[in-house]
């Protein structure tokens, strides 16, 4: 499945759920039918000619359940992840499971990108009652909106079973699962009580906490976080960055060292064409899952930009300029300037990986006699290859600074012949992903001007086109816009218009970017804390004193940081007050909150 990290904490928590794997319900009789057709999702949109009677998540497909008195079962998933297409072909495609889903439950089809409140959501309790997480997710969801169980890839046989078994239980007792439902949604009420005082020993104290616990989570062998597959973990590593600034450490600093030099030199980063995947299976970063993703490489960009910096390496700074260059050959739609959101794992012929794989005759065929031998002794062609398609171009031998020159050819030849190879595109052009892209572009182009055109692009696709009456859509896609934009949303896209203004230098652009996070308080903070959406259809989802990192870096941080840093004294004074009622709930467990440490030190200088 594409895994998703799991937090310590939830790691820690045992589920009480076993029990409803062992239950049977025979079918029962539904009219639905499929509603994806042209759906602007090309993820939805795939799935148009399943045999499942597929709903969208809406108000009405949970009345729907209500009065049919029926668990909605929910399939989480997006288009570039490889076992959401194996559960499509194996299951969904699958007459007999199609019969039971259509029957026995509202079918309902999500994109986690058009609905990422909803997916963190369901994520969550996933980590807290399963002790896992990932795509596909697949949740089962009483028809007042309450989740009860989760289930990730499941093949077939083992799939029907649990849909059988849990339809039954439902049948003869709908009240008990009810309430367990309820029961498993009663997580602890965080209450902002009282704002606490910020003081330059708490920055000393979550400063050590950080280090204490990212050492204990490193691997300082290979470089990254835990000991089975490797993410990259972005807004951790910016956070040690931070901390290593204010307090140099020489264990972090070969920490950091080792994880960016593991990172763009071995399987995660795409050696022939540039950009990062999603993560490895393994610890040595050798064996990648294929999925391209926006929110990866823009991250990854940025870090290596901040990294050349802080440690003086060139070769960090073309790290970055390369996975830039790649994000504008393959994830710019020229018509609007705007960035897609990801790449397949899978080629045309839904083959994982093929299109980044190559047999030994392959590179023989395109290599000279002596560039081959080259390549045999670097990306040691005389193992056998990891993957069934053959070799994925790691440089795992030494070099010579002599044989630089020759392997630049060596990898211009692959990269010509794999041109002829595609993979397909996610087109969707979502507004978080678009605001990071832009400040990776606008940051870069404050040395590089080359990519100030790039910045421009993506600038004006967001404002002209997303931004509509003081209002951010979620995304464009299918030719039109889609979606209300949540809080990630918001809070990249300003990130993004800010950053943009410092590069240009215009009063335009700063106050489209405080026009944006105006708008963002106004819609997602109370005294009460963090909502990421302006209405959940999830029940019993409490706003929160401070969000935690994810995938992407936290984006009540992000907006708070953006808030001390503005020319508006209100904006100021607002995001210092949220910085004061969500800091206890940092403290709890510093490196899921790792974005925060930069907001308490930006705050600290401000108002020591």
Known sequence: ???????????????????????????????????????????????????????????????????????????????????????????????????????????????????????????????????????????????????????LYLPPKDFLGVLNRLALRWQQDATALSQLAQQAAQTPQVSPANPVALKLAMQAELDRAMQKTALQNADTLQGGFGQVSKFPMTPQLNALLSLQARQPDPNIRQFLLLTLDQMRTQGLNDQIGGGFFRYTTDPDWHTPHFEKML???????????????????????????????FMLAK??????????????????????????????????????????????????????????????????GQSEASEAATMKMIVGKLAQARAQRSVPQDTKQIASLNGLALSALSKAALDAPRYRAAAQGVHDFIWQTLWQNGTLAKAYAGGKVIGLGELDDYAFVAAGLSDY??????????????????????????????????????SNMRPVPALADGAMPSPSARLIQLGLASTDASLRQQARNALKFGINKVRTDVFEYASYLDVLADSLLTHP
């Open 295 to 325: 929110y990866d490489n823009a991250q990854l960009a940025l870090l290596y930009l901040r990294a050349a910096n802080q440690f003086r390496q060139p070769d960090y700074r073309d790290t970055a300029y390369r996975t830039l260059d």
């Open 1 to 151: 499945m594409a895994q998703r990290p799991v937090s310590a904490s939830y790691r820690r928590r045992a589920s009480g759920y076993a029990w409803l794997l062992m239950l049977w319900w025979p079918l029962s009789a539904t009219a639905l039918q499929n509603q994806l057709a042209d759906n602007p999702s090309p993820y939805l949109a795939m799935h148009a000619t399943d045999p499942v009677a597929w709903q969208t998540w809406t108000p009405q497909t949970l009345a729907l359940a209500r009065r049919e008195h029926k668990l909605i079962y929910v399939s989480v998933g997006y288009f570039s992840c490889h076992w959401c297409h194996v559960m499509q072909q194996e299951s969904y495609r699958n007459p007999e499971i199609a019969a039971v889903l259509n029957r026995d439950f509202i079918p309902v089809k999500v994109d986690r990108e058009l609905e990422t409140s909803l997916d963190g959501d369901l994520q969550l309790f996933s980590e807290r009652t399963q002790r896992q997480a990932g795509w596909p997710l697949n949740a089962f969801v009483t028809p007042t909106g309450y989740p009860l169980l989760t289930v």
């Open 331 to 396: 994830m710019t739609d020229a018509r609007t300037g705007g960035m897609m959101s990801s790449l397949s794992a899978v080629d045309q012929k839904g083959q994982e990986g093929a299109a980044y794989l190559w047999s030994r005759a392959q590179i023989e065929a395109l290599l000279t006699p002596a560039e081959f031998q080259l390549v045999r002794k670097l990306w040691q062609l005389d193992h056998a290859p990891e993957f069934e398609l053959g070799y994925l171009p790691i440089q795992r």
């Open 501 to 538: 203004a410092k590069l240009t230098g215009q009063v335009e652009h700063q106050q489209q970017a405080l026009e944006v996070q105006r708008a963002a308080w106004l819609r997602f903070y109370s005294r009460e804390g963090w909502k990421t959406q302006q209405r959940s259809l999830l």
